[in-house]
């Protein structure tokens, strides 16, 4: 039995499932935090580059989805609510040397677009100030009657993972507590599968 005869026996690329999907405009992110004052909220409401995520598997049953693709976030576009929370959050993040947060998506368990509601785990991993850490995430995965699907999820980290320190003002006396939650929303219109069939 000749070599290209065995590959095709035993490699079947049709088996490769993929879908890609193009996050739209109205995605939006933010991070929420807390001083021993009160508490505060960092938005970006809306996301401009038209990035595409890719879901694939090598198999139907699999039961994992593979992503490759996320988002970038400018955090110079961080809007705070209060002027000096915001100049503080960016010099914090040191925006000026690494303007970007990147959440790449890793992972994702198996759901069902015709589902109104589900929740599922996955992973991604997360960069700031230059640092990468990979994470778990609870998904919040719906869709809607376009075939639309919204993929929210939720993190809480800590600046010191990052190698940052939590913003102090007033000679120390506000103090921003160590722990933050990283939330992100994330529309997505389906562009394409390459079976023909949806098979989310």
């Known amino acids: 039995m000749t070599i290209a005869l065995l590959v095709l026996l035993f490699f079947n690329p049709d088996k490769i499932l993929t879908e890609k ?41 699999q039961p994992l989805f593979v992503i490759k693709g996320g988002l970038t976030i400018n955090i110079n576009r961080f809007d705070c609510h209060q002027r000096y929370i915001t100049a503080d959050m960016r010099k914090t993040l040191k925006a000026d040397e690494s303007s970007c947060l990147k959440i790449d998506l890793l992972t994702i368990a198996n759901f069902n677009t015709r589902s109104s509601s589900q929740i599922v785990k996955g992973s991604v991993a997360i960069e700031l100030a230059g640092v990468t850490k990979k994470m778990e995430v609870d998904f919040s995965i719906q869709s809607d009657e376009k075939g639309y699907l919204r993929m929210c999820g939720a993190r809480q980290v800590l600046f010191s993972d990052f190698g940052l320190v939590p913003p102090r003002k007033l000679a120390g006396l506000i103090k921003v507590e160590e722990e933050i939650n990283v939330r992100f929303q994330l529309i997505m219109r389906p562009i394409e599968t390459n079976t023909g069939n949806k098979f989310l």
Do not use: H, M
Not at 25 to 48: P, Q
């Open 21 to 61: 999907w193009v996050i739209e405009k109205n995605s939006n992110l933010s991070i929420e935090g807390k001083s021993n004052v009160t508490a505060f909220r960092c938005d970006v409401t809306e996301y401009l580059r038209p990035d595409t995520v890719v879901f694939y598997k090598e198999d139907r049953y």
